[in-house]
Nanobody, 126 residues
Framework: QVQLVESGGGLVEAGGSLRLSCAAS????????MGWFRQAPGKEREFVAT????????YYTDSVKDRFTLSGDNAKNMVYLQMNSLKPEDTAVYYC???????????????????WGQGTQVTVSS
């Protein structure tokens, strides 16, 4: 079974940057999309960004658009999330996720994803 492993989380001051990485354990893994969700204490898990493997189309939630950049490397089975201009509101556990197909209700919905990493903590101080 494929495993997703996140890295790159940490503690930064507001306005700082972090780069998250996610690696898939199997070279034969060819998901339809792969990206990031986040969950803060007491809140529901929410979509952050995702990328389609074929074509590389990216999608972002409105709160991170123009601050975060998602990229992928199909040859390495990895995705990256460059996070700039971080805000305290970005504090959460960030989870890498992948979906094997274009399931309903859609590519930005948590329930469409079947593979999940264990999460990496991002803390932004004010």
């Amino acid at each position: 079974q494929v495993q997703l492993v996140e890295s790159g989380g940490g503690l930064v001051e507001a306005g700082g940057s972090l780069r998250l990485s996610c690696a898939a354990s199997e070279r034969t893994f060819r998901p339809y999309a792969m990206g990031w969700f986040r969950q803060a204490p007491g809140k529901e898990r929410e979509f952050v960004a995702t990328i389609r493997r074929s074509g590389g189309t990216t999608y972002y939630t409105d709160s991170v658009k123009d601050r975060f950049t998602l990229s992928g490397d199909n040859a390495k089975n990895m995705v990256y999330l460059q996070m700039n201009s971080l805000k305290p509101e970005d504090t959460a556990v960030y989870y890498c996720a992948a979906t094997p197909a274009a399931y309903t209700p859609g590519i930005t919905t948590t329930s469409s994803y079947r593979y999940w990493g264990q999460g990496t903590q991002v803390t932004v101080s004010s």
